[in-house]
C-alpha cells in the first residue's frame, strides 16, 4: 500500500528553494558582474549554486569570505521582498547558444542538450532536444526547466539564510575548472527556519567526527590515506558489538557464514556488469602474472561463484549467504567525510538463492529481520521506499518483464505485511528493484540503511541452476540484503544519534571502577575481574586525581556507570553507582549490581 505523500520534487518547499536560488545568483551578480553561472538546483534542506569568479594574481580561483556572504544575503533579501515575477519561456537552441554566449557553462549545458546527453542541471538524458527552458526574473535569466513559486516575494525574506562556501569541481570532475558553491536554505516561515538553525547547531555538537577522536573510536590517518578509517580498540568493540548482535541473529534465521577475498579477477565483476557500470568509483585494475585483478567493490559475485562451486538441487534452496565483506570504492576527497563516506567500507552483505515460489516468504523474512534490527537499535522513526527503474534511462541492465516481475514481487511482500511505502523511479540498483529503509534521526535528518533488492539479472549472467523438483534444470532469484548498509557509515550514524552516549550494550566501556584512594584500588580490580567474568566490559581508574575528576572524566567519555568504591564498600563488598547522567543511585551488593547490568545487556535496553 504505497502512500500518496507528495515527491520532494513536487512540494512547495522544492519551488521555494528552487526560486531562492535563482535571487541568490542574481544577488551574486550585483556584486560581481563579471561572475560565471554554472547551476543552482535545490537539494535535501537547501539549495547552492556555483559560480566561477575567475582568478586572483597568483593564479588561484578567487573565493567569496564570510563578509561577502553576508553581503550577498542581505542584498537577496532585499530582491526577495520586490514583487518580481518568474516568467517562464523557451529559447531555440541557436537562440540559446547566442544569448548565453558569455556564460561558457551554461553554452557547455546546451550543446549537451542538444546532444541528449544532459539536462539544464546535469543530470542525464536520453533524448536530444531542440529547444530549452527559461526563466526570467527582472533581468536575471538563467536555463531552467522549473518548477519556481509565480512570483519572489513568495519566498519569505525572513525564512532564508546563506550557509557556506565551499570549492566545487565543474561536473564533479577534477580535472575541469573549480567553481564556488554558495548553500544555504529556504523554509515555509522564519519559525521553521529557526528550528533548522537550531538543528544545524545541534548536528556540529553531534559531530561524529569530533566525538569519534573524543572518545577515542576510530582515526584518519594521512599516511594511510584518507577514506580509509583506523578502528581504535574501543569503536572496534562498538562494532564487534554490532556485528555479534546481526550474526546472532542471522544464525536464528538459517543464515550460513561465508568469507571471500578482497580483490577478484576483472572478468568476474565485467560479468556481473559492476564493471564497467560502476567504473568511475572503481580502482584501477591490477596487474597479476599477466592478468587484470580488481579490489572488490562488491561481494555479490564472489558470493555467486560460492553458490556455482558445487551442483545445487530445490533441496538446498533458499541458500542464505552472509559475509561482513570489505569492499573498495574510489570517492573523490572533497566528496569524503569521516565515517560516513568512506574509500575501504564493511558491508554486512547477505545473498539469497531462492527459488521463484520462496521468493515472497524470503522477502518477507528479510524485512522483518531489518525490522527487528531498527526495533533493537531504537530506530522507530523511519519509512520504507521501493525504488524502480527509469525507462527512460539505459543505466539499468535486463529485460522490461524482468523488472516487472521483480517489483510486482516486492510490491506483494510489502503489502502482504502491511508496509507502507512511497515509489521512487529511479532509486533501483542497476540489476533489480529495491526496498530501502529510510531512518531519521534525533536531528531529522534521513538516512538510508537497511535495504533489500530482488534480482533476476545476475542469475541470468552467471547461469545459475538447480535441479528442480521435476528433474529439470531451473533459475534462481537472488535476493541481496543488508540491514546495516555499510557498518563505517552505520557507526558514524549512530554516534550522532545517540552523541556518544550508547545504551549499555553498545558501549566499549560499559562502566568505569573509581577507587577513592590507593588503598581501595586492589578491591576495584576485584571487582572489574568478577564483573568482566561475566561477560561485562569494565576498567579501574587507579590515577592520582580526586573522585570528582575521576567520575567528570567518566562522564566525559559518556560511560555508563561509574562504580565508586571506598572505606565502606570495600567493608561491605558493595559499589556505590552513578551514571552518566550524573545521578547517585547509592550503594548496591556486586552480585546486585551485576545482574541489573547483565539483564540490561541481554534486553538490549536503551535505558542507558
Not at 353 to 376: A, K, R, S, Y
Amino acid at each position: 500500500m504505497s502512500t500518496e505523500e507528495v515527491p520532494y520534487e513536487q512540494s512547495e518547499l522544492y519551488r521555494i528553494r528552487h526560486s531562492a536560488a535563482h535571487v541568490m545568483a542574481e544577488a551574486v551578480r550585483e556584486h560581481y558582474p563579471e561572475a560565471l553561472l554554472a547551476i543552482g538546483p535545490p537539494i535535501e534542506d537547501g539549495f547552492y549554486y556555483d559560480f566561477d569568479l575567475g582568478k586572483d594574481e597568483n593564479g588561484k580561483p578567487k573565493t567569496f569570505s564570510p563578509e561577502d556572504l553576508e553581503k550577498i544575503e542581505d542584498t537577496m533579501k532585499q530582491l526577495l521582498k520586490k514583487n518580481a515575477k518568474f516568467e517562464h519561456s523557451s529559447m531555440s537552441i541557436d537562440e540559446a547558444q547566442i544569448f548565453f554566449a558569455n556564460q561558457p557553462y551554461k553554452v557547455e549545458l546546451i550543446n549537451e542538450l542538444a546532444a541528449g546527453k544532459v539536462d539544464e542541471m546535469g543530470n542525464p538524458i536520453s533524448e536530444p532536444t531542440n529547444e530549452v527552458s527559461i526563466y526570467r526574473q527582472r533581468d536575471f535569466v538563467d536555463l531552467c526547466r522549473g518548477p519556481h513559486v509565480n512570483y519572489t516575494s513568495q519566498v519569505k525574506a525572513n525564512a532564508v539564510k546563506l550557509l557556506r562556501t565551499s570549492g566545487a569541481y565543474w561536473r564533479g570532475d577534477e580535472n575541469r575548472p573549480q567553481l564556488q558553491r554558495i548553500y544555504g536554505t529556504a523554509w515555509h516561515n522564519k519559525a521553521e527556519l529557526d528550528e533548522y538553525i537550531k538543528l544545524l547547531e545541534e548536528a556540529k555538537a553531534r559531530d561524529h567526527r569530533r566525538l569519534g577522536k573524543q572518545l577515542g573510536l576510530f582515526h584518519i590517518s594521512q599516511l594511510v590515506g584518507s577514506g580509509l578509517p583506523l578502528w581504535l580498540p574501543k569503536g572496534a568493540i562498538l562494532r564487534e558489538a554490532l556485528e555479534n548482535f546481526l550474526r546472532r541473529a542471522q544464525v536464528d534465521r538459517g543464515y550460513l557464514p561465508v568469507i571471500t577475498p578482497h580483490i577478484g579477477k576483472l572478468e568476474l565483476y565485467i560479468t556481473s556488469g559492476h564493471y564497467p557500470y560502476y567504473k568511475d568509483s572503481q580502482y584501477t585494475p591490477i596487474d597479476v602474472d599477466e592478468e587484470k585483478f580488481l579490489l572488490k567493490p562488491m561481494n555479490c559475485p564472489h558470493h555467486i561463484e560460492i553458490y556455482k562451486c558445487e551442483p545445487r538441487s530445490y533441496r538446498d534452496l533458499p541458500l542464505r549467504l552472509a559475509e561482513f565483506g570489505t569492499v573498495y570504492r574510489y570517492e573523490q576527497s572533497g566528496e569524503l567525510n569521516g565515517l560516513t563516506r568512506v574509500r575501504g567500507f564493511t558491508v554486512d552483505d547477505s545473498h539469497l538463492f531462492v527459488t521463484p515460489d520462496q521468493l515472497e516468504e524470503e522477502f518477507i523474512g528479510v524485512v522483518e529481520l531489518i525490522q527487528h534490527v531498527f526495533q533493537t537499535m531504537g530506530f522507530d522513526d523511519f519509512r520504507a521506499r521501493l525504488g524502480t527503474n527509469d525507462p527512460n534511462s539505459d543505466k539499468y541492465a535486463g529485460a522490461p518483464e524482468m523488472w516487472a516481475r521483480g517489483i510486482a514481487a516486492i510490491r506483494q511482500a510489502a503489502d502482504k505485511v502491511g508496509m507502507k511505502y512511497t515509489v521512487e523511479e529511479g532509486e533501483a540498483a542497476f540489476y533489480g528493484p529495491k526496498l530501502d529503509f529510510i531512518f531519521r534521526d534525533v536531528l531529522k535528518r534521513e538516512w538510508q540503511l537497511g535495504t533489500v533488492q530482488v534480482d533476476f539479472l545476475l542469475p541470468e549472467r552467471f547461469d545459475l541452476e538447480y535441479i528442480g523438483e521435476d528433474g529439470q534444470k531451473h533459475r534462481p532469484v537472488m535476493i541481496h540484503r543488508a540491514p546495516f548498509g555499510s557498518m563505517e557509515r552505520f557507526v558514524g550514524i549512530l554516534i550522532e544519534h545517540f552523541n556518544g552516549a550508547f545504551p549499555l550494550w553498545l558501549s566499549p566501556v560499559q562502566m568505569m571502577m573509581i577507587p577513592i584512594a590507593d588503598r581501595h584500588v586492589d578491591y576495584a580490580k576485584q571487582v572489574a575481574a568478577d564483573l568482566r567474568s561475566q561477560g561485562l566490559r569494565v576498567e579501574v581508574d587507579g590515577g592520582s586525581d580526586r573522585m570528582n575528576k575521576k567520575i567528570r572524566n567518566a562522564q566525559l567519555q559518556k560511560i555508563p556507570y561509574m562504580l565508586v568504591i571506598g572505606d565502606k564498600e570495600v567493608e561491605e563488598g558493595q559499589v556505590a553507582v552513578r551514571t552518566r547522567d550524573n545521578v547517585d543511585h547509592g550503594a548496591m551488593s556486586v552480585k546486585d549490581f551485576a545482574n541489573h547490568a547483565i539483564t540490561l545487556v541481554t534486553d538490549k535496553s536503551m535505558e542507558l
